[in-house]
């Protein structure tokens, strides 16, 4: 039986996609929910696995070539076996039935299709593992175990992993080499010259003194972390607490602009800015008034593994009411964020820098950091942006008034 392999449905928001990678070709076996082939879009890079089990039949949208939503890309045969495969099937087939079991994965019928993709993605050799499951067969377990023991044998000498930026080889020799721009980094650059063009973007700074917050974490971090199983204590947590209070003081900063009429939010849905090997991603922490500091920070921690990992829906990207980037992870001391439309403010972070600061008639060393508040001036006033920022620091400075929300 004969089935098409279609692109998934894109959303609204997503006009088309591109094939990014094959991981199959025509002519091989697959088992059920094997990854076949991802398609990159410009928001995220979606996956499509295998429908049942059987063989790939013809494929007729090759890489870089652009696919609607719903579009076949393939022809699948269900319950078909691969002519490069049957061989390897039969003999693997015949060991089962003289030995009772397969071990080593010597055919793609004995791995679970669970433990396919992890053995994909880690690189791990099928061959060199061994199957406890019915007959055999290798299992998810049985590769997450493979992957432990050998993390806790000796390490051998490794050449350095090659990273996704262009190697330039004959270094001195003036070499030049041309890779087009990924869909992803495209749009990111559209929003950035949208965001620049169509916004009247100013920026608004202030500092804030760390030393509460970091006493405050110092102190109950281990118990924080026992008492919500594992999730650390972090400083994002509290200023996603802080620009709630903030917002909701100054509801114009968590507004946007929709043609002549201004939407005020009764609600803050937080997006946090991720920094990905492909580009800037912004997951979005959906009614964070109504989360506790303990699920921000495990919300934070899931979001920043999924990103660089591309496994982030694109509903969790979209939509947002107030956008906390922090370029203080790279030790950015200052910068000027730019907005991300259709929001009308964007807070950014700092590195926490160490300087002398007066206090009290007396100079003291203080673990200081910028604030950065960029600000649609068509939306809010100066005044408003201020006394945000103010309201930020204020809280942040002593963390009781995020409880009392005073």
Request: glycine share 8%.
């Amino acid at each position: 039986m004969t089935i098409e392999i279609k692109a998934p449905t894109f959303p609204e928001s997503v006009q088309d996609g591109t094939i990014a990678t094959w991981h199959k070709k025509a002519g091989d076996s697959v088992s059920r929910d094997e990854l076949l082939v991802d398609i990159e879009t410009d928001k995220v890079v979606l996956e499509v696995v295998a429908p049942a089990d059987g063989v790939i039949a013809a494929i007729l949208k090759g890489p870089g070539e652009t696919v609607l939503s719903n579009e076949v890309i393939a022809q699948f045969s269900e319950g078909a076996v691969g002519a490069a495969t049957a061989p390897a099937a039969a003999a693997s087939s015949a060991v089962a039935a003289s030995t009772g079991s397969v071990t080593g994965g010597s055919s793609s019928g004995f791995v679970n299709p669970a433990a396919q993709k992890i053995a994909s993605e880690k690189g791990i050799d099928l061959s060199k593992v061994a199957g406890t499951g019915k007959d055999g067969r290798i299992t998810k377990e049985d590769v997450v175990n493979h992957q432990k023991s050998a993390a806790k044998a000796p390490a051998k000498a490794e050449p350095a992993k090659a990273s996704n930026a262009p190697v330039l080889e004959g270094q001195g020799q003036r070499v030049e080499k041309r890779v087009p721009m990924t869909r992803l980094r495209a749009r990111i650059a559209e929003r950035l010259l949208e965001a620049k063009q169509s916004t009247a973007m100013l920026t608004t700074f202030n500092e804030v003194n760390m030393g509460p917050v970091m006493a405050l974490r110092s102190r109950y971090k281990d118990q924080f972390e026992k008492a919500h199983k594992g999730t650390k204590l972090g400083f994002m947590g509290f200023f996603v607490k802080a620009a709630v209070e903030a917002l909701r003081r100054l509801p114009a900063v968590n507004a946007s602009i929709d043609g002549n009429d201004i939407v005020y939010h009764g609600y803050q849905d937080i997006g946090v800015a991720v920094s990905t090997e492909k580009g800037l991603v912004v997951p979005v922490l959906r009614n964070a008034e109504n989360m506790s500091l303990a699920e921000i920070e495990n919300a934070i921690r899931d979001f920043g593994g999924r990103a660089r990992d591309g496994k982030l829906s694109i509903e969790e990207m979209t939509g947002g009411t107030f956008t906390i980037t922090n370029g203080g992870v790279f030790g950015s001391l200052m910068s000027t964020p730019i907005l991300n439309p259709p929001q009308a403010a964007i807070l950014g972070m700092h590195k926490i820098q160490e300087r002398p600061m007066a206090v009290n008639g007396k100079v003291e060393i203080l673990p200081m950091m910028y604030l950065a508040l960029s600000y649609d001036h068509r939306l809010i006033d100066g005044k408003e942006a201020v006394q945000f920022l103010v309201a930020i620091k204020d809280l942040i400075e002593d963390p009781a008034r995020i409880l009392l929300e005073v």
